[in-house]
T-cell receptor, first 110, second 113 residues
Framework: QKEVEQDPGPLSVPEGAIVSLNCTYS??????FMWYRQYSRKGPELLMY????GNKEDGRFTAQVDKSSKYISLFIRDSQPSDSATYLC??????????FGTGTSLTVIP | DVKVTQSSRYLVKRTGEKVFLECVQDMDHENMFWYRQDPGLGLRLIYFSYDVKMKEKGDIPEGYSVSREKKERFSLILESASTNQTSMYLC????????????FGDGTRLSIL
């Protein structure tokens, strides 16, 4: 079983839709959680990071962490064509080791 | 903003060549990382460095080595390139300690012919 599971998609939504991206994990030692956005042929760009359960909001993006269920989500409101990218979740355990999901490919159709 | 710069965006080399990939960060970060990214496999850690002249093997170090002579620069070396090392290579850096995310460069797409 992988440490971090992420549905690869692809996910295709119309412009303006609310997008929900999710990751599950198995190791309760994960303490810090991140979402990265990766455009084609570019490196991952940090979008959100958090260490606590609950919600963290930044503009149209909301990161949600549920440690009891070992489940994290990224919500994108009013999605735009410029949001079309691959989204990676990442987690860090108490030993400073990072684990990444394989990424979900998102296309927002104008 | 953190800037992680990888010296080449695209590189084509031949089997058996020794290949150097360079990475420079401008934020005085102690920790630096090298990953390769392949479709369906995600990011896999090759090597990381906690500080100057320090290095630790990651999950897939075979066929690679690294050098960290200065804090801002972390080099990945393919000792004798093989076709199965064709991949996207990503460098990252971070401040050490918990709740400090990694910041990535734009990657080097390496093709070994």
């Amino acid at each position: 079983q992988k440490e971090v599971e992420q549905d690869p998609g692809p996910l295709s939504v119309p412009e303006g839709a609310i997008v929900s991206l999710n990751c599950t994990y198995s190791n309760s030692a994960f303490q810090y959680f991140m979402w990265y956005r990766q455009y084609s042929r570019k490196g991952p760009e940090l979008l959100m990071y958090t260490y606590s359960s609950g919600n963290k909001e930044d503009g149209r993006f909301t990161a949600q962490v549920d440690k009891s269920s070992k489940y994290i989500s990224l919500f994108i409101r009013d999605s735009q064509p410029s949001d079309s990218a691959t989204y990676l979740c990442a987690m860090e355990n108490t030993g400073n080791q990072f684990y990444f999901g394989t990424g979900t490919s998102l296309t927002v159709i104008p | 903003d953190v800037k992680v710069t990888q010296s080449s965006r695209y590189l084509v080399k031949r089997t058996g060549e020794k290949v150097f990939l360079e990475c420079v960060q401008d934020m005085d970060h102690e920790n630096m990382f090298w990953y390769r990214q392949d479709p369906g496999l995600g990011l896999r850690l090759i090597y990381f460095s906690y500080d100057v002249k320090m290095k630790e093997k990651g999950d897939i170090p075979e066929g690679y080595s690294v050098s960290r002579e200065k804090k801002e620069r972390f080099s990945l070396i393919l000792e004798s390139a093989s076709t199965n090392q064709t991949s996207m290579y990503l460098c990252a850096s971070r401040i050490p300690g918990g709740n400090q995310p990694q910041h990535f460069g734009d990657g080097t797409r390496l093709s070994i012919l």
